[in-house]
């Protein structure tokens, strides 16, 4: 029998919305579409980390995945090295992944991967210029989406993956004031992406002779730099514990500042030569890193919210744009189970109970992680034969799951939520 037709809208067209779409147009009864607030879908920033569970999920998601990330120029780490930036240690390594095959990720540019996410959505499904200003759920439990445009339509279900100042948490958080809004996690970050030949001569050769992302922990901040773009490009990162937070997320970057940041860097292998990268583009910018703390709920009826807008993090432990994978593979996983827009309530429901306690776990260990990771840790500080065992099991629990039997387990919640 053909199971009739649910319409679902998905508010948001960042990395959640496009994997989110990948998940469901596998389903022929899911008819879904994509709206973007922007005039074209695009990503600001630079490189995104994926592990092998975040490539897993994408996988669970669209089998295509390998081809897909391959097209958007994703480079493959033969290892994550972390080392040290600052102080008697210098130069000193904490730990490198390459002896743990299960670990071993990949770097992609952000609107790279976008591109080749939504490559394969049909057209008629992805609508840009469409601003969300509201839902309204009507009584016969279709839920009405109200544009900025002034236009409407009505659906079966809707999904918020609107991002981390979207609107759509603040409906299905809307009992619970104190949880819609993100809040300073005590950090910061700034960025660049420079071309490898620049980067290569200005930190040295020996840091490019295979392709490994390097971490540098150092006083109070913590370095990153990996290839990109078919090792073209590398990603050059700074982020810093934040002295003085305030509201404004987003600071213009100056050397000074960036140098006083960086002041016990100087004598270490990479401090100097990171300030210059960092510096090398017009107009450059500071952001603090923001999350939400707690979330109560990710779902209201037929309304839920997936990607940041449901578990912003800091990007510490790399695991962001993964756990949106994993909200699409589990979302896409109990919607292509469902036969009729009466089960979204329970899909919803299980959706909320798998997923929050896993991303919220994570939110919580990458702010933590953050401290440790720029020498905050009392016992470890920036002593490597302290740091490594302190570091290097703080992924396993991300990594150690059994998609197939998360997502079995997604669905039994489903069928309880039914009986119930
Ligand atoms: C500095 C930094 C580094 C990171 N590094 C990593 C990493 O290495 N690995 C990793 O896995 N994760 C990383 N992350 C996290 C990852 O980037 C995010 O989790 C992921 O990109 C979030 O995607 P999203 O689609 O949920 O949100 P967003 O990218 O914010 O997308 C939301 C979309 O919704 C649209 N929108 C908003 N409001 C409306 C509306 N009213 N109507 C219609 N559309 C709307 C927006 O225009 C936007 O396109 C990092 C994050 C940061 C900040």
Known sequence: ?????????????????????????????????????????????????????????????????????????????????????????????????????????????RASLLRELLAPIPQERLHTNKKLDRITPKSSGCVEVVFQDGESALFDAVIGADGIFGSMRKYVLEDFPDACDPSPAGFWDCRNVVPFEKVKAALGEQFFETDRQYGWSGDGAFVIHDALEDRTMVQCAVSAIDRDPCDDRKQPLTREFLEETLKNWMDGPIGKAIIDLILDQPDAHRYSQWEFRSTPTYAKSRVCIAGDAAHAMTPWQGAGAGQAFEDAMILGTLLGNATTAVQIDAAFRAYDAVRRPRAQRI????????????GQDAEAGLDPEKLRPVLKSRWDFIYGIDFVAYKEEALVKMREFETC
């Open 1 to 109: 029998m053909t199971k009739p037709k649910i319409r679902i809208a998905i508010i948001g067209g960042g990395l959640a919305g496009a994997s989110l779409a990948n998940a469901l147009v596998r389903h022929a009864h899911l008819e879904f579409h994509l709206y973007e607030s922007a005039s074209e879908f695009s990503e600001r920033g630079a490189g995104v980390s994926l592990s092998k569970t975040a490539q897993g999920a994408l996988e669970h998601i669209n089998p295509a995945a390998p081809e897909i990330l391959r097209k958007a120029g994703a480079v493959a780490q033969k290892s994550s090295r972390n080392m040290i930036g600052s102080g008697p240690h210098a130069g000193a390594v904490v730990f490198d992944l390459i002896a743990d095959p299960k670990r071993l990720g990949l770097t992609v540019h």
């Open 363 to 374: 939110v919580d260990s990458s702010r933590e992680t953050g401290l440790i990771m720029t």
